[in-house]
């Protein structure tokens, strides 16, 4: 063979080989990837359970590789394999004796088959099992071991394994996995189930002692920095662990500025309101840079009232501020119109008096020392019916007689004016008055509790609304009722207080005010002393086996029963009987002759009893058969 067929042939083996070896890495690449096993032959390939559901995506460790690979449903699990879900999975594993594994969010886990006995080693997150079969688990961090049964949770925390009996032998309801939002709760409210006197004792997730008190029945831990934290419950001396329960507090959202308006042009120095999501009680810190110059300024609350006091760009960021730790929110940019102007008083640009009060205004920059006028319209542009009032150092007091919405400015006199932004005044009134008639105290009556509330209806208004509460802060209302009458009789459920007021109708205008708050008392009528005749000669009447002597009772409004007392002497200690009867008169069956004397006490329909009435005399008639004439 020459040496130019031998170049080729070798060149052409060369070729073969490259293309051969290529197709093998290839083909071992693909194997590699659906038979993981394949880099690690001696691995105990003996099947212990299955993947039966996933909910969203989890990941899945095979021993001897270095790389996770995604979790499938209906995968074979082995000996060594480790289970990992994200913040929203959760998995569930079918082991080949029945039982079910529950796998929950941000959890890793590792299944092993030792001496033909499952385990788990739970390195973080939570798990549930359901099924007879019970399995071993094992706290990676601190080699705690617990024997996970069914329908039993347990998971993981700084300082061990927490079972589901843990956490409802402790705190109620129990807290255990629960997720804290910072911005929402500050105080994160503990309750035990029994008054038990105990050591609560709050860890973050180094195991570090955050906060230790003595408890009894319910407690509470501010909330901390974002992490994770357990609380453990220990009695005596020996410091028993009696409880377990943890939770997550989630890091803090940065604050996000709410859209404000560029189209607008603004006085300088007015204040542009800043608003963003944020915690009332927080405390934040704005960033602000200008033409001017960069600029700090620190606020608590969600709001704060920014100065402008140049035209152009401005760069805000607003940040929260939590013990040491700093949540930046996005630096925005804006571009701002501005021109001089008068200023007004922040406060003064929207107030509201009650008619017949005066409005205040002040001047807080009259740049060019001018004298000034206010004028005042109904309309916000002053197209109309505008009323000037003359004020040559800017402060000025003008009366609001008329209930009405207002709009007020400021201007320089000398040209060209100088202008302030319009104040708008609700000059308010009652949307009607208690009636002079009306009884803040009234009683019942026997056909039920009723009331009559009374009012003077306001001109403006064609109707109110009126509502009875049994409270003050009018949450527990009985009555809610439109009417356009003056008055209106009203069912109440029972004697007792109520509080009742009038409100305008939902389309009324803005400057008609709720009336104030009037209490209403319920009561009993008085029950008086009843009243007797001082002298009674007893009338006559036959009777069949002994004579019938009237005694004849003063009626009164409202009696149920009146009992009757008849005494030998005037001192009232020799009492001949008592009775009791529905009418004002008695029928006294007896033979007797003399002088008795006698008293009364009156029980009415609601069950009120009546003092005692004064004495009075009985006296028989001499004879049978003489007629008294009273």
């Given at each position: 063979?020459?040496?130019?067929?031998?170049?080729?042939?070798?060149?052409?083996?060369?070729?073969?080989?490259?293309?051969?070896?290529?197709?093998?890495?290839?083909?071992?690449?693909?194997?590699?990837?659906?038979?993981?096993?394949?880099?690690?032959?001696?691995?105990?390939?003996?099947?212990?359970?299955?993947?039966?559901?996933?909910?969203?995506?989890?990941?899945?460790?095979?021993?001897?590789?270095?790389?996770?690979?995604?979790?499938?449903?209906?995968?074979?699990?082995?000996?060594?394999?480790?289970?990992?879900?994200?913040?929203?999975?959760?998995?569930?594993?079918?082991?080949?004796?029945?039982?079910?594994?529950?796998?929950?969010?941000?959890?890793?886990?590792?299944?092993?088959?030792?001496?033909?006995?499952?385990?788990?080693?739970?390195?973080?997150?939570?798990?549930?099992?359901?099924?007879?079969?019970?399995?071993?688990?094992?706290?990676?961090?601190?080699?705690?071991?617990?024997?996970?049964?069914?329908?039993?949770?347990?998971?993981?925390?700084?300082?061990?394994?927490?079972?589901?009996?843990?956490?409802?032998?402790?705190?109620?309801?129990?807290?255990?996995?629960?997720?804290?939002?910072?911005?929402?709760?500050?105080?994160?409210?503990?309750?035990?189930?029994?008054?038990?006197?105990?050591?609560?004792?709050?860890?973050?997730?180094?195991?570090?002692?955050?906060?230790?008190?003595?408890?009894?029945?319910?407690?509470?831990?501010?909330?901390?920095?974002?992490?994770?934290?357990?609380v453990i419950l220990t009695t005596g001396a020996s410091?028993?662990?009696?409880?377990?329960?943890?939770?997550?507090?989630?890091?803090?959202?940065?604050?996000?500025?709410?859209?404000?308006?560029?189209?607008?042009?603004?006085?300088?120095?007015?204040?542009?309101?800043?608003?963003?999501?944020?915690?009332?009680?927080?405390?934040?810190?704005?960033?602000?840079?200008?033409?001017?110059?960069?600029?700090?300024?620190?606020?608590?609350?969600?709001?704060?009232?920014?100065?402008?006091?140049?035209?152009?760009?401005?760069?805000?960021?607003?940040?929260?501020?939590?013990?040491?730790?700093?949540?930046?929110?996005?630096?925005?940019?804006?571009?701002?119109?501005?021109?001089?102007?008068?200023?007004?008083?922040?406060?003064?640009?929207?107030?509201?008096?009650?008619?017949?009060?005066?409005?205040?205004?002040?001047?807080?920059?009259?740049?060019?020392?001018?004298?000034?006028?206010?004028?005042?319209?109904?309309?916000?542009?002053?197209?109309?019916?505008?009323?000037?009032?003359?004020?040559?150092?800017?402060?000025?007091?003008?009366?609001?007689?008329?209930?009405?919405?207002?709009?007020?400015?400021?201007?320089?006199?000398?040209?060209?004016?100088?202008?302030?932004?319009?104040?708008?005044?609700?000059?308010?009134?009652?949307?009607?008055?208690?009636?002079?008639?009306?009884?803040?105290?009234?009683?019942?009556?026997?056909?039920?509790?009723?009331?009559?509330?009374?009012?003077?209806?306001?001109?403006?208004?064609?109707?109110?609304?009126?509502?009875?509460?049994?409270?003050?802060?009018?949450?527990?209302?009985?009555?809610?009722?439109?009417?356009?009458?003056?008055?209106?009789?009203?069912?109440?459920?029972?004697?007792?207080?109520?509080?009742?007021?009038?409100?305008p109708e939902e389309d009324a205008p803005e400057f008609?005010?709720?009336?104030?708050?009037?209490?209403?008392?319920?009561?009993?009528?008085?029950?008086?002393?009843?009243?007797?005749?001082?002298?009674?000669?007893?009338?006559?009447?036959?009777?069949?086996?002994?004579?019938?002597?009237?005694?004849?009772?003063?009626?009164?409004?409202?009696?149920?029963?009146?009992?009757?007392?008849?005494?030998?002497?005037?001192?009232?200690?020799?009492?001949?009987?008592?009775?009791?009867?529905?009418?004002?008169?008695?029928?006294?069956?007896?033979?007797?002759?003399?002088?008795?004397?006698?008293?009364?006490?009156?029980?009415?329909?609601?069950?009120?009893?009546?003092?005692?009435?004064?004495?009075?005399?009985?006296?028989?008639?001499?004879?049978?058969?003489?007629?008294?004439?009273?």
């Amino acid at each position: 063979m020459n040496n130019s067929h031998h170049n080729i042939y070798a060149l052409l083996v060369d070729r073969i080989t490259l293309a051969s070896g290529g197709l093998l890495i290839v083909v071992g690449l693909l194997f590699f990837k659906f038979n993981p096993f394949f880099l690690n032959p001696l691995r105990d390939l003996r099947p212990i359970a299955k993947i039966e559901g996933l909910e969203f995506e989890s990941k899945r460790k095979i021993p001897g590789t270095l790389n996770w690979i995604d979790t499938e449903t209906a995968a074979t699990l082995y000996h060594g394999d480790q289970i990992l879900t994200k913040s929203r999975s959760t998995a569930m594993v079918r082991f080949d004796s029945g039982a079910e594994l529950f796998i929950g969010p941000q959890s890793l886990v590792k299944i092993e088959l030792l001496d033909d006995e499952y385990q788990l080693i739970l390195v973080k997150g939570q798990l549930k099992l359901e099924g007879e079969t019970s399995i071993k688990v094992i706290h990676a961090e601190s080699g705690q071991g617990l024997l996970l049964k069914n329908a039993q949770e347990i998971t993981s925390s700084p300082m061990g394994l927490i079972s589901s009996e843990d956490r409802d032998n402790l705190l109620n309801p129990p807290l255990q996995g629960s997720v804290i939002e910072p911005e929402s709760v500050r105080s994160i409210d503990f309750s035990l189930k029994n008054n038990q006197h105990a050591t609560a004792t709050l860890y973050d997730a180094n195991g570090n002692k955050v906060a230790e008190r003595p408890v009894s029945g319910a407690f509470s831990f501010t909330t901390p920095k974002p992490g994770r934290y357990t609380v453990i419950l220990t009695t005596g001396a020996s410091s028993e662990v009696t409880g377990r329960t943890a939770f997550l507090v989630r890091p803090y959202k940065a604050p996000q500025l709410a859209p404000i308006s560029t189209d607008k042009t603004y006085l300088r120095g007015e204040t542009l309101p800043l608003k963003w999501n944020g915690i009332p009680e927080a405390h934040y810190r704005i960033d602000y840079k200008t033409s001017e110059g960069k600029k700090v300024a620190l606020t608590q609350g969600n709001h704060y009232a920014l100065p402008i006091s140049a035209a152009g760009a401005y760069a805000l960021q607003v940040t929260l501020i939590d013990n040491e730790d700093q949540y930046p929110g996005h630096v925005s940019e804006f571009n701002f119109k501005v021109q001089d102007g008068l200023l007004l008083d922040d406060k003064q640009l929207t107030q509201l008096v009650p008619e017949k009060t005066p409005a205040s205004f002040e001047i807080k920059n009259n740049i060019r020392n001018a004298a000034i006028i206010y004028e005042v319209s109904p309309q916000k542009d002053f197209s109309e019916n505008v009323k000037v009032f003359s004020s040559h150092r800017g402060k000025k007091s003008i009366p609001m007689n008329e209930p009405g919405v207002y709009f007020v400015r400021a201007k320089t006199k000398n040209a060209p004016p100088l202008v302030s932004l319009p104040a708008k005044v609700v000059v308010t009134t009652p949307v009607a008055a208690v009636a002079k008639t009306h009884a803040s105290t009234q009683s019942i009556s026997p056909r039920g509790t009723t009331a009559r509330i009374s009012w003077n209806k306001n001109k403006i208004a064609d109707e109110v609304r009126l509502q009875v509460a049994q409270d003050q802060e009018f949450t527990k209302i009985i009555v809610d009722k439109m009417t356009d009458k003056k008055s209106e009789t009203v069912e109440l459920p029972q004697i007792g207080e109520y509080f009742w007021r009038l409100l305008p109708e939902e389309d009324a205008p803005e400057f008609l005010t709720p009336t104030e708050i009037n209490p209403l008392m319920i009561t009993l009528p008085p029950l008086r002393r009843p009243r007797v005749i001082a002298q009674q000669i007893l009338e006559y009447q036959e009777g069949e086996d002994v004579p019938l002597h009237l005694i004849k009772l003063l009626p009164q409004d409202n009696v149920k029963t009146y009992t009757l007392e008849v005494y030998q002497d005037s001192a009232l200690k020799k009492k001949v009987f008592t009775v009791s009867t529905t009418a004002p008169l008695y029928r006294w069956a007896s033979n007797r002759s003399g002088k008795y004397y006698y008293r009364v006490i009156v029980t009415d329909i609601w069950g009120q009893t009546s003092p005692y009435s004064q004495p009075g005399e009985l006296i028989f008639p001499i004879s049978p058969m003489v007629e008294v004439n009273e």
